[in-house]
């Protein structure tokens, strides 16, 4: 089974702060996601990769950057943080190709953030 | 610009009977809708899918319909049990867009004993 490991289950951070979060999957996957879950507003997408050094704006990339320095690890960068940016962060893998587009997303544990 | 809503925040259902979560969506390009479930503290986890190109999908307990010209899609679980409560979230993927995935504001399903 693909594995999508994020680095931290919770986390507290003070306004202003640079972050990072951390997310690793381990079947070798081009295709790599950030979301981040909100009530009644479900799961938006932030940045997504398509390789290694490639990153795509989504929906909501204010306030945000990304990193994919390595295949196997895309990372979320919160500039400064903001209380905005309390939400439920969540990473999520694919493989390359439109024959898998029916199968969905591997998306890892989620990581609590909450900046007060 | 929300293409894929879910309207209905909750919905309740006794055990063993239907539970039906409805979907909506507007872009008429979207060639896959995913249906997810999710428990608190945990990521979400892959369910069922259909193809544009069907108008249903069966997996045991859990069956997609699609209706293309309605532009609504519905998951039914049936029997419902007690361990299926949790969030479920609609997504939808088109190939223009590369297939990323966008999702509905999900419904939280409570299965009552």
């Known amino acids: 089974d693909v594995k999508v490991t994020q680095s931290s289950r919770y986390l507290v951070k003070r306004t202003g702060e640079k972050v990072f979060l951390e997310c690793v999957q381990d079947?070798?996957?081009?295709?790599m996601f950030w979301y981040r879950q909100d009530p009644g507003l479900g799961l938006r997408l932030i940045y997504f990769?398509?390789?290694?050094?490639?990153?795509e704006k989504g929906d909501i990339p204010e306030g945000y950057s990304v990193s994919r320095e390595k295949k196997e690890r895309f990372s979320l960068i919160l500039e400064s943080a903001s209380t905005n940016q309390t939400s439920m962060y969540l990473c999520a893998s694919r493989p390359p190709g439109q024959g898998t587009f029916g199968y969905g997303y591997t998306f890892g544990s989620g990581t609590r953030l909450t900046v007060v | 610009d929300q293409q894929v809503k879910q309207n209905s925040p909750s919905l309740s259902v006794q055990e063993g009977r239907i539970s039906i979560l409805n979907c909506d969506y507007t872009?008429?390009?979207?060639?896959?809708f995913l249906w997810y479930k999710k428990y608190p503290a945990e990521g979400p986890t892959f369910l069922i899918s259909?193809?544009?190109?069907?108008d249903k999908n069966e997996d045991g307990r859990f069956t997609v319909f699609l209706n293309k010209s309605a532009k609504h899609l519905s998951l039914h679980i049936v029997p419902s049990q007690p361990g299926d409560s949790a969030v479920y979230f609609c997504?939808?993927?088109?190939?223009?867009?590369?297939?990323?995935?966008?999702f509905g504001q999900g419904t939280e399903l409570s299965v009552k004993p």
């Open positions: 872009n008429s390009m979207f060639d896959y």
């Open positions: 079947m070798d996957h081009e295709n």
């Open positions: 990769s398509y390789d290694v050094k490639m990153k």
């Open positions: 997504a939808a993927s088109a190939n223009y867009q590369g297939g990323k995935l966008i």
């Open positions: 259909i193809s544009s190109i069907k």
